[in-house]
T-cell receptor, first 114, second 113 residues
Framework: NAGVTQTPKFRILKIGQSMTLQCTQD?????MYWYRQDPGMGLKLIYY???????DKGEVPNGYNVSRSTTEDFPLRLELAAPSQTSVYFC?????????????FGQGTRLTVV | DQQVKQNSPSLSVQEGRISILNCDYT??????FLWYKKYPAEGPTFLIS?????DKNEDGRFTVFLNKSAKHLSLHIVPSQPGDSAVYFC????????????FGTGTRLQVML
């Protein structure tokens, strides 16, 4: 049982480049999330999805885009990478929207923009 | 504006003793609280949670206490073990939203032999 899988684990981007962070889950969860964690900080919500075809902004959505064409996949797109997007990105999924069902996290993608 | 605060960046405890990690929140709409544990180079893993209708939840060595009037919660680990050494994040979720968790900045726990 793989859970939540993120690829790649590490990536270095040049300023202005674009990339897609991949996230897939095999638990048939409806809810999926993207968080970023900056050094010494907590995780901040970028985007989330409550089901295929439905996405919404979180706390820090600027500079990112998402799509949810299937239940399993929730890719995060960076169009014009900036140094401020250097961070560790975590994808998560949960069965129910309420906090009484915990979110399962992937291992993270460490992104450096130079 | 940090709505969930963990004011202790680090904590060191002897093996076998109690570890107490604290968390304060400011948003009165938060009604569900979770603790996550994170090892280096891994994603956070769920540890324990508590609803605002309770003031205590226990799971083995882990107990979470909630004081709503003080907007404060704490995680107790008894007895502490070396494998508990990790970063612990407090998180909160407000009423009626799609589990949009707000995280604290974390407390690094080191359990010494």
């Amino acid at each position: 049982n793989a859970g939540v899988t993120q690829t790649p684990k590490f990536r270095i981007l040049k300023i202005g480049q674009s990339m897609t962070l991949q996230c897939t889950q095999d638990m048939n969860h409806n809810y999926m999330y993207w968080y970023r964690q900056d050094p010494g900080m907590g995780l901040k919500l970028i985007y989330y999805s409550v089901g295929a075809g439905i996405t919404d902004k979180g706390e820090v959505p600027n500079g990112y885009n998402v799509s949810r064409s299937t239940t399993e996949d929730f890719p995060l797109r960076l169009e014009l990478a900036a140094p401020s997007q250097t961070s560790v990105y975590f994808c998560a999924s949960s069965y129910a929207p309420r906090g009484n069902t915990e979110a399962f996290f992937g291992q993270g993608t460490r992104l450096t923009v130079v | 504006d940090q709505q969930v605060k963990q004011n202790s960046p680090s904590l060191s405890v002897q093996e076998g003793r109690i570890s107490i990690l604290n968390c304060d929140y400011t948003n009165s709409m938060f009604d569900y609280f979770l603790w996550y544990k994170k090892y280096p180079a891994e994603g956070p893993t769920f540890l324990i949670s508590i609803s605002s209708i309770k003031d205590k939840n226990e799971d083995g060595r882990f107990t979470v206490f909630l004081n709503k009037s003080a907007k404060h919660l704490s995680l107790h680990i008894v007895p502490s073990q070396p494998g508990d050494s990790a970063v612990y994040f407090c998180a909160a979720s407000p009423t009626g939203t799609a589990s949009k968790l707000t995280f604290g900045t974390g407390t690094r726990l080191q359990v010494m032999l």
